[in-house]
């Protein structure tokens, strides 16, 4: 028997960071499914498509190929065959990744290997609509959140340490963006599981949420291990 866990919430909540230290405790393996709707949009950008020309994107990536593996216990993305990890993360993917993630058919294309994989592994996966849609019978649901000031905050601070700095405001901007196109759009929206658990770390440091994600995992997995 594998167990899965479902992690949802808004742009900039620190699902990823998150998901990544709670899966190293828990010997889980860590899918970032935006990984794959970003490096789909990254091949939009490439072939100079509009995220939004919903055949165009379809088109393109109905030859490509797109995947996830795993090197020396890390997530790396690739597209035909090429490491793409760092380009994916270039800020201009996450709005390629939102607008071409609202696409049926790129969604259609993604929810099987994501499901596959999860059949095999104990697994956490963070995202969007992993407890609604991707993984709607996971062992462990969670919605993390914050306010849109304190996530615009940590992404600020993320993308100074990355050496790609935008102005605060911009940042703030984009994560109003994306929390209204996610959450209204017509395809997967974000939205909580009706059996999802919410944790809201505004104001919390790294630490204290860690510790609150995981004394909830380990309270929903103790009673079937």
């Known amino acids: 028997?594998?167990?899965?866990?479902?992690?949802?919430?808004?742009?900039?909540?620190?699902?990823s960071t998150l998901a990544r230290a709670l899966a190293a405790s828990l010997s889980f393996i860590y899918m970032d499914t935006g990984?794959?709707?970003?490096?789909?949009?990254?091949?939009?950008?490439?072939?100079?498509?509009?995220?939004?020309?919903?055949?165009?994107?379809?088109?393109?990536?109905?030859?490509?190929?797109?995947?996830?593996?795993?090197?020396?216990?890390?997530q790396h993305a690739f597209l035909?065959?090429?490491?793409?990890?760092?380009?994916?993360?270039?800020?201009?993917?996450?709005?390629?990744?939102?607008l071409v993630s609202v696409i049926p058919e790129v969604r259609t294309l993604l929810l099987?290997?994501?499901?596959?994989?999860?059949?095999?592994?104990?697994?956490?996966?963070?995202?969007?609509?992993?407890?609604t849609v991707v993984l709607p019978d996971a062992t462990?649901?969670?919605?993390?959140?914050?306010?849109?000031?304190?996530?615009?905050?940590?992404r600020f601070l993320e993308l100074q340490q990355r050496g790609t700095p935008q102005p605060y405001e911009s940042v703030l901007a984009d994560i109003l963006e994306r929390d209204a196109r996610d959450s209204t759009r017509a395809v997967a929206p974000l939205k909580k599981a009706?059996?999802?658990?919410?944790?809201?770390?505004?104001?919390?440091?790294?630490?204290?949420?860690?510790?609150?994600?995981?004394?909830i995992i380990q309270q929903k997995l103790a009673p079937l291990q």
């Open 1 to 15: 028997m594998f167990f899965s866990i479902a992690l949802d919430g808004p742009s900039g909540a620190g699902k």
């Open 35 to 74: 990984a794959l709707y970003r490096t789909v949009g990254y091949l939009a950008f490439l072939n100079h498509i509009p995220p939004t020309d919903a055949p165009a994107v379809t088109a393109a990536l109905s030859s490509a190929r797109v995947e996830i593996r795993f090197l020396d216990g890390s």
């Open 80 to 98: 035909n065959d090429t490491d793409v990890s760092d380009e994916i993360r270039l800020p201009e993917m996450s709005r390629y990744a939102s």
């Open 112 to 131: 099987k290997p994501q499901r596959d994989f999860a059949a095999s592994h104990n697994v956490i996966m963070d995202g969007r609509d992993i407890g």
């Open 140 to 154: 462990v649901k969670i919605f993390l959140t914050a306010s849109p000031e304190e996530r615009a905050a940590r």
């Open 194 to 215: 009706p059996d999802a658990i919410t944790v809201d770390t505004t104001g919390l440091t790294f630490e204290q949420s860690y510790q609150k994600l995981y004394t």
